[in-house]
């Protein structure tokens, strides 16, 4: 079974940063895109960077210049490395696969289950 596991959250002082990890699990034989999503309270869960199978990325707008996206494909892990962190960036942070496993046929999306990030002083 599928599993996407993220890890990183916590509370930080605005200015801070914080890195995210998100490891793949189970029987996974390719991963496409990956990416971080976010929802804070009383919001939509909103997209926040993106990469690709080819290392492209893409970022929101609210968060360009200040996350940097990456990934590292032998560990079957994406990671968000947060920094210039503002009160507003407070959410639930998801990790999100597209993949093939040994029992698929076609690329499914996967999500985790979330890490809170508190941004806060």
């Known amino acids: 079974q599928v599993q996407l596991v993220e890890s990183g959250g916590g509370l930080v002082q605005p200015g801070g940063s914080l890195r995210l990890s998100c490891a793949a699990s189970g029987g996974i034989t390719s991963i496409y895109a990956m990416a971080w999503y976010r929802q804070a309270p009383g919001k939509q869960r909103e997209l926040v960077a993106i990469?690709?199978?080819?290392?492209?990325?893409n970022y929101a707008d609210s968060v360009k210049g200040r996350f940097t996206i990456s990934r590292d494909n032998a560990k079957n892990t994406v990671y968000l490395q947060m920094s210039s962190l503002k009160p507003e960036d407070t959410a639930v942070y998801y990790c999100?696969?597209?993949?093939?496993?040994?029992?698929?046929?076609?690329?499914?999306?996967?999500w985790g289950q979330g890490t809170q990030v508190t941004v806060s002083s």
């Open positions: 990469i690709t199978s080819g290392a492209s990325t």
């Open positions: 999100n696969a597209d993949l093939v496993t040994i029992v698929t046929i076609s690329p499914k999306n996967y």
